[in-house]
């Protein structure tokens, strides 16, 4: 079975957006600004990331980013990225999105899917049905790929974690792989060249999400 393969469920309340793609891309950046856009037009917005934005998250994150850590085997990284995000969905996000509200994510499955799966070569199947499983199958309504050259977003960077410090092969690995899901799924995915200007690159977003608010979220103005 591949990546994508398995149904999915979607919050019949609230909005749940997800931004992706590899490292330098825009995504905190594209990510905040949607969540000022929607909050100022009086939704009720969280704002949030993965890994590491519940408390048991913070201790998941340190772990899989310092480099301190040194190697992990592969197996062991998709797990703890697993754990994070079966405590992200239980304790924030579900509840946000039961509670009519927009949730906004810097990350999710397809991370996983990218990073462990292609990027670690791990059979991305196996690690789908690990990171479904945790994650209650919960999918966003829309994911926005913001697509850069590894090449270009690492350059980006003085200093690098434990992911950012892979080679530039893992990084091109990754690229293709968010890719290649959004090139499957085009009704839950906005595929955008991170190259261009941020406000031109934010107001396609909005174009994007519009119509999703109208139909998805029962948020108070």
Do not use: N
Not at 35 to 49: I, K, N, P, Q, S
Not at 73 to 79: C, K, S, V, Y
Not at 175 to 198: N, Q
Request: hydrophobic residues 40%; negative net charge.
């Amino acid at each position: 079975m591949s990546a994508g393969e398995y149904p999915g469920i979607y919050a019949e309340r609230g909005l749940f957006v997800c931004f992706e793609g590899g490292e330098g891309s825009g995504k905190s950046t594209q990510s905040r600004l949607l969540a000022d856009r929607l909050a100022a037009e009086g939704y009720d917005v969280r704002l949030t990331f993965e890994p590491g934005d519940t408390g048991v998250g913070k201790e998941l994150r340190r772990i899989v980013l310092s480099p301190e850590t040194g190697d992990l085997d592969d197996r062991t990284e998709a797990l703890l990225y697993a754990a994070d995000k079966a405590e992200h969905v239980a304790t924030l996000v579900a509840p946000a999105l039961a509670a009519g509200g927009v949730v906004i994510t810097d990350r999710y499955v397809d991370s996983t899917l990218a990073y462990q799966g292609a990027g670690r070569t791990l059979d991305v199947a196996e690690v789908e049905r690990v990171a479904r499983w945790a994650t209650g199958d919960l999918r966003p309504h829309l994911t926005v790929v913001l697509d850069l050259e590894p090449a270009a977003g690492l350059g980006r960077f003085t200093e690098r974690d434990r992911i950012e410090g892979e080679s530039l092969e893992f990084h091109q690995r990754v690229r293709a792989a968010f890719l290649e899901m959004a090139a499957a799924d085009p009704e839950h995915y906005l595929v955008l060249d991170a190259r261009a200007g941020i406000e031109e690159i934010s107001a396609a977003i909005a174009d994007r999400v519009a119509p999703l608010l109208a139909t998805a979220t029962r948020a108070q103005r």
